[in-house]
C-alpha cells in the first residue's frame, strides 16, 4: 500500500484556492489587472499585473478539473473581462451611457477569443504546448487590435507600465508588446511555481519551493536592472530648442462648438489662443502648438489661405519672425466626382463629393504655404464606423463628430523652419498616441520631436485623460524623442526622452506652457524594426491553431 503524503502548508493553499468559486476568482482577476490604469496612475500598483492573470489560471484549473462544459467556461472567463474593462475604461461612459457600456462589453468579448483559442489548444495538444500557446496567442490579438477596423488597444498589457517609465526603459528596443511578454512570464512562471506538481508546467518541477519561486523572482527582477541601467546610462540627445504649448481650455459640450449652451465665438478662441501664445512667447520660441480642433469651423482646404481666420494667423506670425506654428483644425476636402473619392466620402446635392478631416495644420512662419497632416489613427464608433457596424452604432457619440472621417495612409513629418534646421515634428492627434509602431513611424520619417494636440475634456474629470497623458510616456522611450503636448483642457506641458514628465500645467484652466526640448535624430531599434514581438506572435498562432486543428481532426478519424 503507497502511503498517503501528508497535507503541507502550500499543497493546503493551492487546495483552497482551488475551492474559490469562480466568480471570486473572475472578480478578483478584475481587481488585480486594474492596477496598471489605476484612476490616479502610480507605479505603486503596477506591480499587481504581475499576478493579475494568476485568478484566471486558477480558475480555468478549477473548471478543466470540474469537467465544465464550454458555456460554463466561456461566462467565467467573460465575467473576469467585462470586469477589468469596466474598472478600467468606464469613463467612456462620461460622453454618453451606451458608448461606455458598448466599449465594455464588446472590447471583454474579443478578450475571449485568444482565451477560448489557448482551451482549444491545450485540450489538444495537451499541457506544455496548451500554456505556451497562451501569450501567443494575447499579443496575436494585441498585435491585430492595433490594426483593424475596431481597433481599442487601450487594455494592451504593455501600456499598463506607463505609470511607471523607470520600469521599462528597454521599450526602446522591444515597444510596449515587450512589456505584454513580460506580464505573461511572470504570471506562468508564478503559476507553475504554485501548482508545478499537479501537471501543468510545461517542463517536471521539482526542488524546494524556494528554488522553484526562484524564476518569477528573477523574471521581474533581470528586467527592472536593465531598466536600471539604461534609465541611469541615458542622457538627452540632440540640439536645443523652444517650445510653447496652449490650453485654452473650452469646454467642448458648452463653449467649444457652435450650438453650445455658452458658446464662444470662434472669432473669441482664436483670440484667446494667440493671447495665451504672447504669454510665453520669446525670441527663442521656435515652435508654438494649439490643440486638436482649435480651428474649428470647419475649413475647406482647396480655399483655405483666403479664410479670414487662417489671414489673422498669418498675420500674427509675421509679428512674430522665426516661431512655426502646429495647431489641430477641422477641414473638408472635396473631389471632383464619384470614382475619385474616397470610401468615406460623403455627397450633398450642393457641395458633391467631399470628406471631413481631423486635421494637424502646420505653418512654418508666416508666408510658407500651410501643410496638412490628416488624422489617420481613428476613434471607432466616433471617427470610423465599420460597414458592418454602421447601422449598429451610428448613434453613439463618443466625442464630437459621429460617423467615418477621411484619413490618410502616411505619417506625415512637418518640415523644419529655416532657424531651426533640426526641429521636424511629428503631429499625433489624441487617440493616435495610444500607438508604438504607429508612432514610431514618424521617427522613421525623420520627426526630431512629437507634437501631441488633443481635446481630453471629453472624459470630463477622469482617469481617461491621465492614461492617455501616461501612454504618451511610453511613447517617448519607444522613440527617444521629446513630447511637447497641448491640450484642449487635460494636461498640458512636456515629456523627455527617457519618459519623464518634465513640465505640468493644471487642468482646467486657460494657460500655457514654455520648455526647451530635445530634437533627436538617432533612431532605436524599435523604431528601425517595429512590432517584431506582434508580427512574431502572430506567425507562431497561426502554427498552433492549424497543429491543433489538424491533431483534433486526426484523433476524431481515429475514434471513428
Known amino acids: 500500500m503507497t502511503p498517503t503524503r501528508p497535507m503541507t502548508t502550500t499543497s493546503t493553499a493551492r487546495t483552497s484556492l482551488l475551492r474559490l468559486r469562480t466568480p471570486v476568482l473572475a472578480a478578483l482577476g478584475a481587481l488585480l489587472l486594474s492596477g496598471g490604469w489605476a484612476p490616479w496612475p502610480t507605479a505603486w500598483l503596477v506591480p499587481l499585473l504581475f499576478i493579475g492573470w494568476l485568478p484566471y489560471l486558477l480558475m480555468e484549473r478549477k473548471l478543466t478539473l470540474e469537467g465544465a462544459r464550454k458555456g460554463r467556461v466561456f461566462a467565467s472567463t467573460y465575467l473576469m473581462l467585462v470586469g477589468w474593462n469596466a474598472l478600467t475604461t468606464w469613463w467612456v461612459s462620461y460622453a454618453e451611457l451606451a458608448a461606455g457600456i458598448a466599449a465594455v462589453v464588446l472590447n471583454a468579448l474579443l478578450m475571449c477569443l485568444p482565451l477560448m483559442a489557448f482551451r482549444q489548444t491545450k485540450k489538444r495538444l495537451g499541457n506544455r504546448w496548451g500554456y505556451l500557446s497562451l501569450p501567443i496567442y494575447w499579443i496575436a490579438f494585441e498585435q491585430l487590435h492595433l490594426h483593424w477596423d475596431i481597433t481599442w488597444p487601450w487594455l ?124 510665453k512667447l520669446t525670441p527663442e520660441t521656435r515652435l508654438i502648438l494649439w490643440p486638436e480642433t482649435a480651428l474649428e469651423e470647419p475649413y475647406w482646404e482647396n480655399t483655405i489661405e483666403s479664410h479670414p481666420k487662417i489671414r489673422r494667423v498669418r498675420a ?90 477621411g484619413s490618410q495612409a502616411e505619417r506625415t513629418v512637418f518640415a523644419a523652419p529655416a532657424n531651426a534646421p533640426a526641429l521636424r515634428v511629428a503631429p499625433i492627434i489624441c487617440y493616435e498616441s495610444i500607438y508604438g509602431d504607429f508612432v514610431g513611424e514618424y521617427a522613421r520619417n525623420g520627426a526630431t520631436l512629437l507634437g501631441l494636440v488633443t481635446n481630453d475634456a471629453w472624459w470630463h474629470d477622469s482617469p481617461g485623460y491621465r492614461q492617455l497623458l501616461s501612454y504618451g510616456q511610453l511613447r517617448c522611450i519607444e522613440t527617444r524623442r521629446d513630447l511637447a503636448r497641448s491640450a484642449n483642457t487635460g494636461f498640458t506641458g512636456f515629456i523627455n526622452q527617457k519618459g519623464e514628465i518634465t513640465q505640468r500645467e493644471t487642468a482646467w484652466i486657460p494657460t500655457s506652457s514654455r520648455a526647451t526640448v530635445h530634437l533627436n535624430t538617432e533612431t532605436t531599434f524599435y523604431v528601425r524594426f517595429g512590432e517584431l514581438i506582434g508580427r512574431g506572435a502572430q506567425l507562431a498562432a497561426v502554427l498552433l491553431l492549424v497543429a491543433a486543428t489538424v491533431i483534433g481532426w486526426r484523433r476524431k478519424r481515429l475514434a471513428v
Open 156 to 279: 494592451t498589457l504593455g501600456n499598463g507600465f506607463a505609470a511607471a517609465p523607470g520600469w521599462v526603459q528597454w521599450y526602446e528596443y522591444t515597444g510596449f508588446l515587450g512589456g505584454s511578454v513580460w506580464v505573461w512570464a511572470v504570471n506562468l512562471l508564478a503559476f507553475w511555481a504554485w501548482f508545478g506538481r499537479g501537471g501543468v508546467a510545461p517542463w517536471a518541477v521539482a526542488g524546494t519551493a524556494r528554488f522553484r519561486w526562484a524564476a518569477p523572482v528573477l523574471t521581474v527582477a533581470v528586467p527592472l536592472f536593465i531598466s536600471t541601467l539604461i534609465g541611469r546610462s541615458y542622457e538627452e540627445k540632440g540640439p536645443a530648442a523652444e517650445v510653447v504649448v496652449v490650453q485654452p481650455n473650452l469646454d467642448p459640450y458648452v463653449e467649444k462648438f457652435e450650438g453650445g449652451a455658452q458658446f464662444v465665438p470662434y472669432d473669441e478662441q482664436l483670440t484667446r489662443l494667440l493671447n495665451l501664445s504672447e504669454q
Open 316 to 405: 500674427w506670425l509675421a509679428r512674430h519672425p522665426g516661431v512655426a506654428l502646429l495647431t489641430g483644425i477641422t477641414t473638408l476636402g472635396s473631389y471632383p466626382n464619384k470614382e475619385a473619392a474616397s470610401e468615406t466620402a460623403r455627397y450633398r446635392d450642393d457641395l458633391g463629393y467631399y470628406d471631413f478631416f481631423n486635421t494637424g495644420a502646420y505653418f512654418a512662419g508666416a508666408t510658407a504655404p500651410v501643410a496638412l497632416y490628416h488624422k489617420s489613427r481613428l476613434v471607432p464608433g466616433v471617427e470610423k464606423i465599420p460597414p458592418v457596424l454602421a447601422s449598429l452604432i451610428s448613434h453613439i457619440d463618443l466625442g464630437g463628430t459621429v460617423g467615418s472621417v
